[in-house]
């Protein structure tokens, strides 16, 4: 969908855009976390990264029941956010010498995406419960506490673990 086509024309068409710019940027985060997984040294982080990759390709599968159930194909529509997100990841992890100021860029890096798909997921649900589509709201629940689980490990990684040790 073009910026000046104004082809998202209702809350139906809203939701369905987003949903396929989740789709997207879920599949930018799966090629995204192998390189963060390669940087980082912590245990800790590389740890929790991995499981959320594993959760990530599970939250995939999920979207595309969700398109099952709206009778469409998967498809994903480019998200400009996502991808910044993770060029400013690979440009602050390639100016970083140290390895433990390292582990404290890329988590703070993967925080942020964890933050973008909250919004997003938090969005979509208002919005399929709204549009009276309950099991796709469900769904996306899931994912959506996935997201916040990971987010808030990180958070606990980064005050007991990384950042003591990066200031150290
Ligand atoms: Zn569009
Ligand atoms: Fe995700
Ligand atoms: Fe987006
Ligand atoms: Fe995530």
Redesign the pocket.
């Known amino acids: 969908m073009g910026i000046f086509s104004k082809d998202i024309k209702s809350m139906e068409d809203l939701f369905q855009h987003v949903l396929q710019?989740?789709y997207y940027?879920e599949q930018q985060i799966i090629k995204s976390l192998p390189k963060m997984i390669d940087k980082a040294t912590n245990r800790e982080l590389t740890t929790a990264l991995k499981s959320h990759l594993a959760e990530t390709e599970k939250q995939v599968s999920r979207l595309e029941q969700a398109f099952e159930l709206l009778n469409q194909k998967p498809k994903g529509t480019t998200?400009?956010?996502?991808d910044g997100i993770i060029k400013e990841a690979d440009e602050l992890a390639s100016e970083i010498a140290d390895k433990k100021v390292l582990d404290a860029g890329i988590l703070a890096a993967a925080q942020a995406v964890e933050h973008y798909e909250i919004t997003?997921y938090g969005s979509l649900i208002a919005w399929a419960s709204e549009l009276e589509k309950e099991a796709i709201a469900k769904l996306l629940a899931t994912t959506l506490a996935e997201e916040k689980a990971a987010d808030k490990k990180l958070t606990t990684i980064a005050e007991k673990k990384v950042n003591l040790k990066a200031a150290g």
Do not use: N
């Open positions: 710019d989740i940027a998200c400009p956010a996502i997003r």
